[in-house]
């Protein structure tokens, strides 16, 4: 079983930058796929980012390709999604997650899920 908690939320203004982590619980975080979702009030959850369980692979949402960046370390169970040229729109509560799939954009295939920080975008 792997527990998940998410930090580095926050408000910040349009433009600017963030960095969310990710810190996992469990000997097998290495074994997983991750992925970072997103929701905003009254939205359904979105998938934003994924990255393969070795890190060699990272898979993006259209809206936040060539600005977010996802990554991992292994050795620290840690996944890392650094958000740059953020957007009002990029306004949400941020999930992270996990999956025994190679990747995977989809909710149902993530066996286990953080509680979720905040960003806030906005001047």
């Known amino acids: 079983q792997v527990q998940l908690v998410e930090f580095g939320g926050g408000l910040v203004q349009p433009g600017g930058s963030l960095r969310l982590s990710c810190a996992a619980s469990?000997?097998?975080?290495?074994?997983?796929?991750m992925g970072w979702f997103r929701q905003a009030p009254g939205n359904e959850r979105k998938f934003v980012a994924a990255?393969?369980?070795?890190?060699?692979?990272?898979y993006y949402a259209d809206s936040v390709k060539g600005r977010f960046t996802i990554s991992r370390d292994n050795a620290k169970n840690t996944v890392y999604l650094q958000m740059n040229s953020l957007k009002p729109e990029d306004t949400a509560v941020y999930y992270c997650?996990?999956?025994?799939?190679?990747?995977?954009?989809?909710?149902?295939?993530?066996?286990?899920w953080g509680q979720g920080t905040q960003v806030t975008v906005s001047s």
């Open positions: 997650a996990a999956t025994t799939t190679d990747w995977s954009p989809y909710l149902w295939e993530y066996d286990y």
């Open positions: 469990g000997r097998t975080f290495s074994s997983y796929a």
């Open positions: 990255i393969s369980w070795s890190g060699g692979n990272t």
